[in-house]
């Protein structure tokens, strides 16, 4: 019986288990084993068919860890360090370890800078992002938002008043940072 101080039973032997089950333990013999021929190290080849393996073009520079004497032969290309993310990301590769929490946290900031600099660029395309619908806000109002949040014993109860401020205050400090500009603008013209 399971947790008890008592011994287990032991289990049963192969041949017996190769009696009981058909088929059972049909590669415990090496010769049996159709992949052991490629489990033994052969001097004269390791199986592949290079010493090193081909690069992949750089096309740009990438970060690459500190730890590390060389970019890993294959490598992502889908988002290339860009703007002010860019310069971020590739300090905190130049600079800190991959142990180091600055490092982690300068790739952190990156990111938020890289959404930022995704939202403004947003702004010279014909269709800008709008922070009312994209945050789901909307839905507070049209998905039972108020009746899931309350009374649900949810561990996120206590930043709800603060969700607000983090959602919608960058976005109206932008928009106060750009009326201050633009009347600034309009007051030196007249």
């Not at 690459?64 to 310069?87: A, D, M, Q």
């Not at 947003?122 to 899931?148: C, I």
């Not at 949040?149 to 205050?169: E, F, M, N, S, T």
């Amino acid at each position: 019986m399971a947790y008890t101080s008592e011994r287990p039973a032991i289990a049963e032997s192969s041949e017996q288990l190769r009696a009981r089950i058909p088929g059972w333990g049909a590669d415990l013999d090496p010769k049996d084993r159709p992949s052991v021929p490629k489990l033994q190290w052969q001097e004269d080849r390791s199986g592949a068919h290079w010493d090193f393996p081909e690069r992949q073009p750089e096309k740009w520079p990438r970060e690459r860890s500190i730890e590390h004497k060389f970019l890993t032969p294959v490598f992502g290309t889908s988002c290339p360090p860009k703007g002010l993310s860019g310069l971020l990301r590739r300090f905190a590769y130049r600079r800190f370890s991959e142990g180091r929490a600055a490092h982690w946290l300068i790739l952190l900031g990156a990111d938020r800078v890289d959404a930022w600099e995704s939202h403004l660029r947003s702004f010279a395309t014909t269709r800008p992002d709008n922070p009312v619908t994209e945050t789901g806000v909307l839905s507070e109002f049209s998905r039972h938002g108020l009746s899931s949040r309350l009374g649900r014993k949810r561990a996120d109860v206590r930043h709800h008043a603060l969700d607000p401020v983090i959602v919608a205050g960058p976005w109206l400090l932008a928009g106060g940072a750009v009326f201050s500009v633009v009347r600034a603008v309009l007051r030196r013209r007249r």
